[in-house]
């Protein structure tokens, strides 16, 4: 069963840095998208960004100009790199994979921003 692995969590200043990871166990066929989400104590599981197939991406506005996603070539790892990261963005963020049947989620990586 295909797994995603995501890594790059922790605890950091505001202000700081912290580049995600998301790592798929095989090579999934058809995919057609990559995203990143949040899900924030007592809130909603948010999008906060996406990589299309074809290169294009989309963000949510509170992570515009902060935000990087990316993915490697093979399509088996996308990455969100995350600058100027403040208290609001302490979460915990999961990795999806999306196809044309169900998506394939992460287990979640916890990231604090405090001081």
């Known amino acids: 069963q295909v797994q995603l692995v995501e890594s790059g969590g922790g605890l950091v200043q505001p202000g700081g840095s912290l580049r995600l990871s998301c790592v798929a166990s095989e090579t999934i066929s058809g995919i057609y998208a990559m995203g990143w989400y949040r899900r924030a104590p007592g809130k909603q599981r948010e999008l906060v960004a996406i990589?299309?197939?074809?290169?294009?991406?989309n963000y949510a506005d509170s992570v515009v100009g902060r935000f990087t996603i990316s993915r490697d070539n093979a399509g088996n790892t996308v990455y969100l790199q995350m600058n100027n990261l403040k208290p609001e963005d302490t979460a915990v963020y999961y990795c999806?994979?999306?196809?044309?049947?169900?998506?394939?989620w992460g287990q979640g990586t916890q990231v604090t921003v405090s001081s």
């Open positions: 990589i299309i197939v074809g290169g294009s991406t």
């Open positions: 999806s994979f999306k196809r044309s049947g169900p998506d394939y």
